[in-house]
């Protein structure tokens, strides 16, 4: 990422938009060849079956057969996170930083499960850091994202987790992080509110200390946010 200016008041902002619409959170496969409903499920989707049982359902109905395998592969991918190794995600994509200009990357939308009541949350994260001696390719703080909301989560944890791991991959001078999501556990049930989001933020170093450079990050995304 080469950067043509000397003025540190210029910014290089990415909007996490460009990466395309949004995904489903799970991805649909081919069909397995598995001849048996069971398939290749193990103890987890033994568990599913017991709970559409418990439920009143039948879980021996056609709609139903292969639903505690689909359940199992995509409570395995939904919580694929906590296999995931940072170090081995960021691993030959840091780069010496040309100028210490703010890097912000705009609408990462993310993905997550609740750990109180494993619905879906979901939203999107602004980052910012302040750049020191290095720079990150950019389509691995998505990843970062993707590797903590891939767990089940409260929202004001994933958002201090990406920015935490900003702070040790890349020793910045600050980063910025601000997370706005909706909670399915508040749109479905509960309270039923469908149109409120909550807003989490976690700011370190410079941006928690210098007022200006966290202002001009929340200026940067404002237009961004709901
Ligand atoms: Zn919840």
Do not use: W
């Not at 069909?31 to 290749?40: I, Q, R």
């Amino acid at each position: 990422m080469k950067s043509s200016s000397k003025s540190a008041a210029v910014l290089k902002v990415v909007s996490g938009k460009s990466t395309g619409k949004a995904r489903p959170p799970v991805p649909s496969g081919p069909a397995s060849t598995s001849p048996s409903p069971a398939g290749d499920r193990t103890r987890i989707g033994d568990h599913f079956e017991d709970i559409l049982r418990d439920l009143g359902e039948d879980p021996s109905r056609e709609g139903l057969l292969r639903t505690p395998l689909r359940a199992e592969k995509a409570m395995r991918y939904l919580t694929s996170g906590y296999k995931r190794d940072i170090g081995e995600l960021v691993n030959g994509a840091l780069f010496e930083a040309e100028n210490d200009d703010m890097v912000v990357v705009k609408n990462i939308e993310y993905y997550s499960l609740c750990e109180h009541h494993m619905l879906p949350f979901f939203g999107q994260m602004h980052v910012a850091y302040l750049p020191d001696k290095h720079i990150i390719g950019l389509s691995k703080v998505p990843r970062i994202i993707d590797v903590f909301a891939r767990r089940l989560q409260v929202q004001e944890r994933i958002t201090q987790q990406v920015a935490d791991t900003l702070m040790d991959v890349l020793q910045p001078r600050g980063v910025a992080v601000v997370s706005e999501a909706q909670h399915f556990c508040m749109m479905m049930r509960g309270v039923e509110k469908q149109c409120s989001s909550t807003v989490t933020s976690a700011m370190l170093g410079e941006f928690r200390r210098n007022k200006a450079s966290k202002d001009e990050f929340l200026a940067l995304i404002r237009s961004s946010m709901r």
